[in-house]
């Protein structure tokens, strides 16, 4: 073993993690939480590429739905722990709220 070998087995290590973090988000899995605190979304706004799938997650103890302001989606009541998935295929600013508390908005940017 020469003085190399660490310094070679390191390197490697971080160009697979760094291919890993990219793979990840080419894949386009973004993740939004559904907030106790204040009733929010978060985060609010979130930007993703086209094809991207955002997964929005109950977090709270209340019920909450995900409702596209111009019908392109909708969620039925998501309970503590349930989830609801959508893909955006086009680029666009998609607008949503909660149907059961309408001051809860969000936006996704799609480019």
């Known amino acids: 073993m020469n003085n ?9 290590v971080a160009v697979i993690l760094l291919l890993a ?21 978060s985060p609010a706004t ?8 955002v997964t929005w997650t109950n977090l709270d103890e209340e019920p909450h739905t995900v409702y596209s302001d111009a019908g392109l989606f909708r969620s039925g009541a998501l309970d503590t722990k349930d989830s609801f998935s959508f893909t955006f295929e086009k680029p666009g600013t998609y607008h949503y709220l909660c149907t059961i508390h ?5 936006t996704v940017v799609v480019e």
Not at 30 to 36: G, M, P, R, T
């Open 4 to 12: 190399s070998t660490p310094i070679r087995f390191f390197s490697l």
């Open 21 to 41: 973090t990219r793979l990840a988000h080419a894949g386009g899995a973004e993740v939004v939480k559904i907030s106790a605190k204040n009733f929010m979304f």
């Open 46 to 53: 979130i930007t993703v590429k086209a094809g991207a799938t």
């Open 102 to 106: 309408p001051k809860m908005l969000g």
